[in-house]
């Protein structure tokens, strides 16, 4: 029995911090669907409610529940059917946080040669999508200007 106990103790947990609407039920939703792995980083354990992470070391950090964001200056794209703000500030992250889902989820991606974050939102979809969406859409310049 003690061997068992010691051999789990050689995958340590990564240690992260919960947003601040972690406590919502559709984030536990999401954290049930999330893949076991990304871009063949496997899936870690955290420490905190409503995040994950994948890689070892981590290379992926998920957080759910993080403020939702209205209107924002920031470059949005969509991914199967989910728009994501992008912040390059966190330099050597980058930084996606979800548009138009309540609650919202960040995801951050090491900027490195090795992960394509545009693949790494891709395989999240499925499990993001579930999240409700609140009306708000990315917009483009020329979708302001015709109507």
């Known amino acids: 029995m003690l061997a068992g106990l010691t ?13 601040a609407d972690a406590n919502n ?6 954290m049930v669907h999330l ?4 871009q063949d980083l496997a899936q870690r354990e955290t420490d905190a409610q409503a995040t994950s992470a994948w890689g070892d070391p981590e290379r992926v950090l998920l957080t759910c529940g993080v403020e939702v964001p209205s209107a924002s200056e920031l470059p949005c794209v969509e991914v199967d059917g989910v728009y994501w703000l992008r912040n390059d500030d966190a330099d050597p992250l980058f930084v996606f946080t979800t548009f138009g889902r309540d609650p919202a989820v960040d995801v951050a ?4 040669d090795e992960i394509a974050p545009g693949l790494v939102l891709g395989d999240l979809s ?8 609140n009306g708000l859409e ?3 310049v020329e979708d302001s200007l015709s109507g």
């Open 7 to 19: 051999l789990a103790g050689c995958s340590p947990i990564v240690a992260t911090q919960p947003a």
């Open 25 to 30: 039920p559709q984030c536990a939703n999401v």
């Open 35 to 38: 893949p076991d792995t990304l």
């Open 109 to 112: 991606v090491e900027n490195t």
């Open 126 to 133: 499925d499990a993001i999508g579930l999240l409700p969406t």
């Open 138 to 140: 990315c917009t483009s």
